[in-house]
Nanobody, 118 residues
Framework: QAQFVESGGGLVQPGGSLRLSCATSGSSFSRYAMQWYRQAPGKQRELVAS???????NYADSVKGRFIISRDNSENTLYLQMNSLKPEDTAVYYC????????????WGQGTQVTVSS
């Protein structure tokens, strides 16, 4: 089963920007709603942003107005543009496709580390 592979993380100063990518193989990507999650040390994984197959989007209150989720179905890739980053955005970021009947369609990947620090 193809995995989602996250990339694009790194170390950035407060107020900076990063763009995360989530890529997969196969021809089913366009049929999946997709989500970005993050997990900070000692905390539970939390939902950051969602995008439907029709590109309707939803965001956690903590990132609304700063993050933008998007998808390129021709490239089988999901993106998360993160602007005005804050130290509290520091976490490992993951992507996945929610299963309409519960859970997720794929196992979790390794994620990509985002560290916001001066």
């Amino acid at each position: 089963q193809a995995q989602f592979v996250e990339s694009g993380g790194g170390l950035v100063q407060p107020g900076g920007s990063l763009r995360l990518s989530c890529a997969t193989s196969g021809s089913s990507f366009s049929r999946y709603a997709m989500q970005w999650y993050r997990q900070a040390p000692g905390k539970q994984r939390e939902l950051v942003a969602s995008i439907t197959t029709g590109s309707n989007t939803n965001y956690a209150d903590s990132v609304k107005g700063r993050f933008i989720i998007s998808r390129d179905n021709s490239e089988n890739t999901l993106y998360l543009q993160m602007n005005s980053l804050k130290p509290e955005d520091t976490a490992v970021y993951y992507c996945n496709a929610p299963n309409p009947w519960g859970g997720f369609l794929r196992s979790w990947g390794q994620g990509t580390q985002v560290t916001v620090s001066s």
